[in-house]
């Protein structure tokens, strides 16, 4: 599980760069599929039984790409 602050720390990295403005955004299955994010919502938890650090939850949706991505070459 990743938190939010850990996330937004990973996304102001990735940021940094102007090559990274406009790369597609994927998520890997653990199938090794790879989907598009099409969405991010923030969803309230209800609070009874949960931590108190647990009480939203960041939920990003997919879908199957459209355009076929070629084959990785390298991890920057």
């Given at each position: 599980m990743i938190d939010g602050k850990t996330f937004r720390q990973g996304l102001d990295k990735f940021f940094k760069s102007p090559t990274c403005l406009n790369a597609r955004v994927q998520i890997e299955l653990p199938n090794g599929e790879f989907f598009d994010i099409t969405g991010a919502k923030l969803l309230e938890n209800k609070i009874i039984g949960i931590k108190d650090t647990e009480t939203h939850r960041l939920v990003l949706s997919c879908a199957k790409p459209i355009?076929?991505?070629?084959?990785?070459?390298?991890?920057l």
């Amino acid at each position: 599980m990743i938190d939010g602050k850990t996330f937004r720390q990973g996304l102001d990295k990735f940021f940094k760069s102007p090559t990274c403005l406009n790369a597609r955004v994927q998520i890997e299955l653990p199938n090794g599929e790879f989907f598009d994010i099409t969405g991010a919502k923030l969803l309230e938890n209800k609070i009874i039984g949960i931590k108190d650090t647990e009480t939203h939850r960041l939920v990003l949706s997919c879908a199957k790409p459209i355009t076929k991505m070629n084959k990785i070459i390298g991890k920057l």
